[in-house]
């Protein structure tokens, strides 16, 4: 090959070079974004167990589906690469990794919400508790735990190790309010409530009704059928 016909084929080949060197870019870019979505996934189905670690009632369906499609749509956009190369930075695939995105934070802000929903309903049952048990003595321990509660309800945890300490002091603080000493058929009543067994005919009595009355319980009962 001559001189002349061997910088004619280099040149030829520039635009092929030029185009291989961006699109090497541009799998470089995707390749982290596409790292990102899978971490992101996997948070969020940890995330998940653990709420439900601590509250197995939870509604988080709508988390698990947006995971799901997330999933699905990231497998599809991962073959789809490994078909054809030249998918790497094209708009369509580029919309793909947008609505990837978007569906990890549809979990994640589902998880979020969830998580927020049940913890307002337990404290919602704490905090008037919170300041009949601060006039009684030898209390502190009590108002010290339900506080520390208070304080860990903003985000989700986010170990297995946060998410069982987070269930075994809502359920301390539970049988610790169970055995207060309150005084009357009101203190009497609530420590039932508190352990889930008291009768919804005991509301009937005035002095009940009085201690609800006095203290702003009612509030925070609710009424269950059967057992």
């Known amino acids: 090959m001559t001189l002349i016909s061997e910088l004619k084929l280099r040149i030829e080949n520039l635009p092929k070079l030029q185009k291989q060197k961006r699109n090497n870019e541009k799998a470089v870019s995707l390749s982290q974004l596409m790292e990102d979505i899978f971490n992101d996934l996997a948070q969020s189905i940890n995330q998940r167990r653990l709420v439900l670690t601590v509250f197995p009632e939870a509604d988080l369906k709508k988390t698990i589906d947006a995971v799901k499609q997330s999933k699905k749509q990231a497998d599809l956009l991962f073959r789809k690469l490994q078909e054809d190369f030249d998918e790497v930075g094209a708009n369509d695939t580029n919309q793909k990794v947008i609505k990837v995105r978007e569906k990890n934070k549809e979990a994640k802000d589902q998880i979020g919400k969830e998580w927020k929903r049940c913890v307002d309903e337990e404290m919602k049952f704490f905090s008037p508790l919170e300041e009949i048990v601060r006039s009684l003595p030898g209390c502190e321990a009590i108002v010290a735990n339900i506080a520390s509660m208070q304080n860990r309800t903003t985000t989700p945890p986010l170990t297995l190790g946060a998410a069982v300490k ?38 009937l009595n005035k002095d009940v009704q009085d201690f609800l009355d006095a203290n702003g319980l009612w509030d925070i009962l609710t009424i269950r059928v059967g057992r």
Request: glycine share 14%; net charge positive.
């Open 166 to 203: 987070f269930k075994d002091d809502l359920a301390q603080i539970r049988v610790s309010l169970g055995q207060l000493k309150l005084d009357g058929l009101g203190g009497q009543f609530l420590k039932k409530a508190v352990n889930g067994c008291a009768l919804a005919k005991d509301l």
